[in-house]
Nanobody
Framework: QVQLVESGGGLVQAGGSLRISCAAS????????FAWYRQVIGKRRELVAQ???????NYADSVKGRFTISRENGKNTVYLQMNSLKPEDTAVYYC?????????WGQGTQVTVSS
């Protein structure tokens, strides 16, 4: 079993920065890639960024150049550094991985960007 716990969300002004974290525990040897998704009430959950075990990254066009995903394999932790935040980045951010064929989600952390 793997558990994912996010932390670091909060309220920030537009143009500001925030870093959110996701710590994995349990059978972490089975984890390859991590991803961050976000969701606004009434909208689909969307992929923000993903990172492979080897560090290859991929970003949604809307966050390229502003967000950086990184991981510390020794700590089984993945981070999302968010800079130049915009009000449209306001959402609940979810950490994700896939174990076998099953997606696993954290509980989510709220990020609110005020204008």
């Amino acid at each position: 079993q793997v558990q994912l716990v996010e932390s670091g969300g909060g309220l920030v002004q537009a143009g500001g920065s925030l870093r959110i974290s996701c710590a994995a525990s349990g059978s972490t040897f089975s984890i390859n890639a991590f991803a961050w998704y976000r969701q606004v009430i009434g909208k689909r959950r969307e992929l923000v960024a993903q990172i492979s075990r080897g560090g290859t990254t991929n970003y949604a066009d809307s966050v390229k150049g502003r967000f950086t995903i990184s991981r510390e394999n020794g700590k089984n932790t993945v981070y999302l550094q968010m800079n130049s935040l915009k009000p449209e980045d306001t959402a609940v951010y979810y950490c994700n991985t896939v174990i076998g064929l099953s997606p696993l989600w954290g509980q989510g952390t709220q990020v609110t960007v005020s204008s």
